[in-house]
C-alpha cells in the first residue's frame, strides 16, 4: 500500500490529550498569523484553551456561558478579517448549530469550532454531557468540514488544517489521555483519509478514540488469521470516496468505529459513501439510538460496546455476509 | 455630520414615502412578505442611509460604517432603500423573492454584501453587530457599528446574551436601535411575551439608552449622535414607532405583520396612502418601474 505509514506505536496511554494539543497547536499558529482568535465560554481549562489565554491574553475573548451569542458574534468577527477559533464543549456546540449554519455556514464565514469533551469520553458527567449527535448535525451543514482526530500528534496537524483550509471546520478534540496511533511528521491531509495497517479481508474504518480501539482489533484479528485494513478516517467532510471505493474493492467488507452516534455519524458516512461507488457490508459500530450515562471512558467503551473486543466480533459478524 | 435642516428634513420624509411604496409593491408582486415590520423600520434606515452610508455602503471588509438588519424579514424595506440610494436597480424590487434574484425573503450576505449578515433567525443579527464591533476594536479600524432589533425579536435568549457580554466588554461602537412597533408575529407583545419595562431592561444590562419617536427623522438623528459620542457602554435607542406606518388600513394591526398577500385593490389603497399618484400605481401594479 503506497499510502501505509509507518506502523502504529500502540505505547498505551501517553499522558497526552487531544485538548492539550490542540490548546498547544493554537499557541505555535497564533505566532505565524496575527488574524487568529479565540472565543471561550468559561471552559478555557477544560478545552485547552487555557494555554492560548496565557499566551495570548489580548486574542482571546471570553464570552462567558453563552454559546449561541458567541457561536454567532464570530461570524461577526470573521466579516472583518479575523479567523475566530470557537471552542466549547461538543454538547454546547450542539446549542448552536443554528448560529453555526446562518451565521458562519451559510454567510461564508470562515470560522474554526472546536469541540472537546465528545461522546464517552466525557465519562462521569453523565449521559447529558455525553453528545454523540455532533458529527450528524454539523456533518449535514453544507460546506462544514467535519474533523476528528485520533491522537495528540494528529491533533496537532488537524488544527493546523483546519485553520488553513478555505471554509467553516468542525473539529472534534477529547477529552481524555489517548494512545498514540500516528508518528510524529505524518502528513496530514484534510478530506484524505489514512491507512494505518494494511489487510485484505476486512476494512475497519475509524475516528477519534477509535482509531486505537480499532488496531487493538486489527491484532486480535490477526491472531485468528483474519487480515484487517486499518483506516483513519479523521476527516467525515468532506469524505474520501476514493480511498473508500478502493478499500471496498479491494476487502469487500466494513466494520465503522465511532464514539458517536452510527446514525449520521461515521457509519452513515461511509455507508452513504459506499452505496454511491463499490457497495460492500458493513457493521456499525458506535452508539445506536440510545443515551449515555455515567461511568469511566473506558468502562463505557465496553458497556456500549464500542470497545476493542467489540470491533474484532463485529469484523467477524462482516466476514460472514461476504 | 451635519444637523438636519428642517428644509431637508421634509427632503428626507419624502424618501422615505418612496422607499414605502417601494416596498410595497415589492411585497404584492412576490405575493407574500412582512408589510408592517417594514413599514415600522423605513425611517431608521432612512436616517442611517442618507446620512451614515450615502457615500459608500456599510460592511466593508476593512472597516467602517457596519450595519446589521437583525430583523430580517423587514428586508423589504432594507432593499427598497437600496434601491432608492443606487444600490440595486429599483426593477429588481419586483423580483423580490423569487428564483434567482439577490433580493431573497431574508437578506443573504452572500449575495448582498451591504447587508451585513445572512438573516432570518431572531437574535443572530445582533451577535453578528456584536462581534463587528469586537472586530473593529481588535483590529484599531474606524467605523461604528447598528443594528436594528424588532421587538418580538427581544424575545429570544441570545439577544440578552449579547446584551450582556456587549455591555461587559465596553463595545461603546455599538448602537441597537430597537424597532418598537409593539406588535409580532401573532400578537401584541404584551399579550404573548410582554416586554416592558422595556427602556430599564436595557439599563439594567449596563447600556446607555435613549427613547424616541421612531418616525421623526429629526430625532432619530439626534439620538444616533448622542450614541455616538457616549462613551464606555454600548448604546440602545428605543424607537417607538407604528407598525404599518404610512398606510391607513395597516397602521397599528398585526394582521399585517406577514406573511401577507397585498391584492391589487389593497396595493393600489396602500400606494395612495403613501403619496403616489394614479400614474405611479398603475405602473406599479403593471409590473414595471414608475417614471
Redesign the interface.
Known sequence: MTTAQAPPNLVGMSGGTLRDAFGRALVELARERDDLVVLDADIAGGTGTHHFRDACPDRFYQFGIAEQNMMAAAGGMASLGLLPVVTTFAVFCLRAVEQARLSIAYSGRKVVIAASHPGLDVGPDGGSAQCFEDLAAFRAIPGMAVLSPADPLEMRAATRAAIEWDGPVYLRTGRSPAPCVTVEGAPFELGRGSVLRDGSDVTLVACGVEVARSLAAAEELEREGISARVVNLHTLAPVDDALLERCSRETRAFVTAEDASIRGGLGSTVAESLARTAPAPIEMIGIDDVFGTSGEPEELAAHYAIDAPAIAAAARRVLVRK | MTIAASESTRALAERALSVRRGLIAAIHHAGSGHPGGSLSATDLLVWLWENLYREAPP?A???GE?FVLSKGHACAALYAVGAEFGLIERAELLRFRKLGSPLQGHT???DLPWT??????L??G???????????R??C?PGAVTVILGDGELQE??IW??A??AA?HGLDRLCAIVDYNKMQSDDRNENICGLEPLPEKWRAFGWHVTEIDGHDLDAIGEAIRAARAHEGAPSAIVAHTLKGKGVSFMEGSPLWHGSVALSADETGRALRDLGAGEDEIAAWLAGSVPA
Open positions: 460592511n471588509a476593512d472597516g457596519q443573504h450576505v452572500v451585513g449578515a445572512s438573516t432570518g433567525s437574535g443572530q445582533f451577535s453578528v453587530a456584536i462581534g463587528k464591533a469586537l472586530a473593529l481588535h483590529r479600524l435568549g441570545e446574551e449579547g450582556m457580554f461587559h
